[in-house]
């Protein structure tokens, strides 16, 4: 039986094929569409570029949008300094940032570390700090060593412990388990656990607020509340974004909503869903 969200990704993925560039030494893989004010976006830990998809077709008529995926090698630090250069490269002299989960931290650290070339910052469905990071599974690992099947199998574990509580979500649950069996090579998933292992701790922001914005669900099974709560405090954002339901990947499993929040903090005409004007706006 064919999984909807896979054969969507797999479609949009024929059409619009990842590219690969080197930046700074590192190969980077990016999609790309569309024209307008320009928006990248960062995926998490079980994502390349191409798991916006939803939001790439439904911004990129009026949007630059850029989806990227992560290198086999670097961190956190020369991450920022890639997407940097890859706005070089596009000739692009800023843009808004969207980074979830690990992509979150990272965008965080490049809109504090380029603030010029931010526009806009969401972070979403992200941390707020690393401390304590390396003594938790699977960062306790021996990231270099440990078999990728032990890794992969790990990832295995909680993607089925939440199609248990969520089987309305299991197409998703198959897309991840896609994308950790191979679909991220085996240097890529590695590096991605690594980044967060050894990032830097953030620097202060210091975008102004109205650029700001934060992404965040009540259920999601990663980011616990109180550090939801951290991430709101430390970005203290123009508008705090709350998904009511959609787990770790809100912009998978709730799309129109994703994509109408990013209408609105874009100031473009909204299509989906409204989520009202107070500072926290929950959906």
Not at 257 to 274: R, S
Request: glycine share 10%; net charge negative.
């Amino acid at each position: 039986m064919s999984n909807p969200l896979s054969t969507a990704r797999d479609a949009f993925a024929a059409q619009f094929p990842e590219r690969r560039i080197a930046l700074n030494g590192r190969d980077w893989g990016y999609v790309e569409a569309g024209q307008g004010p320009a928006l990248v976006l960062i995926p998490g830990t079980l994502g390349r570029g191409d798991i916006f998809w939803q939001q790439i077709a439904a911004l990129s008529d009026r949007l630059h949008v850029i989806a990227v995926t992560y290198p086999e090698t670097g961190g956190i630090e020369a991450w920022a300094g890639d997407l940097a250069a890859l706005l070089d490269h596009l000739g692009l002299a800023s843009a808004s940032v969207l980074g979830s989960s690990l992509g979150g931290y990272l965008a965080q650290y490049f809109a504090a570390t380029h603030p010029t070339r931010t526009d806009r910052l969401f972070a979403a469905n992200t941390l707020h700090s690393v401390a304590g990071t390396a003594d938790k599974m699977p960062y306790a690992l021996d990231l270099d060593a440990a078999p990728i099947a032990e890794l992969r199998a790990g990832f295995g574990q909680g993607l089925g412990q939440w199609a248990e509580a969520h089987p309305d979500q299991a197409d998703l649950v198959e897309l991840l388990m896609g994308e950790v069996g191979g679909r991220i090579p085996q240097a890529e998933l590695r590096m991605r656990l690594k980044a967060l292992k050894t990032a830097p701790e953030l620097p202060d922001l210091a975008l102004p607020q109205e650029q700001l914005f934060t992404i965040e669900a009540d259920d999601d099974p990663l980011i616990p509340p109180e550090m939801r709560t951290a991430v709101r405090a430390r970005v203290d954002p123009a508008a705090a974004y709350r998904f009511t339901w959609g787990g770790h990947f809100p912009y998978v499993v709730r799309p129109e909503a994703y994509t109408a929040l990013l209408e609105q903090a874009m100031g473009l005409a909204v299509t989906g869903p409204g989520w009202g004007e107070d500072k926290e706006r929950a959906l």
